[in-house]
């Protein structure tokens, strides 16, 4: 038995074991455990009809340069072992935090200066000095990482000086890494994908994982993006 039929036997007999991430973390440490593999070591996807994937994606999107068109290959590739329901939210995101090619988070100094002094500034891992630390490590990526503390978080997931050097994070093989290590392992707000999706994303699933990045922020509006991408990797057989 998978890991993924295990989790979906457990969602239909104990729908609200999937409302506590501590227990969705207790059964995944059980599989580790019994030597269950996770999703990601079981299978690889990959796309049989990559012009019908495109097809499908550009009436969500609109024109794709040749830049989003590489981000996208990048993410198909690095998260292949992305169920369906997760691959779609992923693309969702990106497109709706970046259209799908990694950014710098908009605003002038004195808007970014909100980063660098103050709570927000100490929740980040940023100095409390008006040191333009706030400015050094504002937002970046496809799913915009911001603040000292989370430039060091991904440095050393990745292996990489993110810290010396956040445009780093600019550079689309690296913000792909970060979107992909940051959605599945919950890196940016403690939920990741298992505790939303299971195979297949629904309406309301894609809804509940806007909270794998920013609360309930235009939950809604990715998630119809996201019903939209998982038709788009249907039509390119995601499989």
Known sequence: MTRAAIFAAFRAAK??????????????GICDDFGIARDGAAQKHTLSDEAAFFTGLRKITGPLD????DTIKALLAEASHWPIGWMAYGLATAFH??????IREMGGPSYLAKYDTGKLAAALGNTPEADGDGIKYAGRGLVQITGLANYRKFAAMLGIDLVGNPDLALQPDVAVKILTLGMEGGKFTGIGLRECIIDRG???TF????RIVNGIDKSQTIAGYAERCQEALDAGGWK
Not at 97 to 102: A, I
């Open 207 to 210: 809804v509940k994982a806007r």
């Open 202 to 204: 629904t309406h309301d």
């Open 97 to 102: 935090e970046s259209r799908l090619r990694p």
């Open 15 to 28: 729908p609200d074991v999937f409302s506590d991430p501590v227990r969705i973390g207790i059964l995944d």
């Open 66 to 69: 040749q830049s989003q068109v």
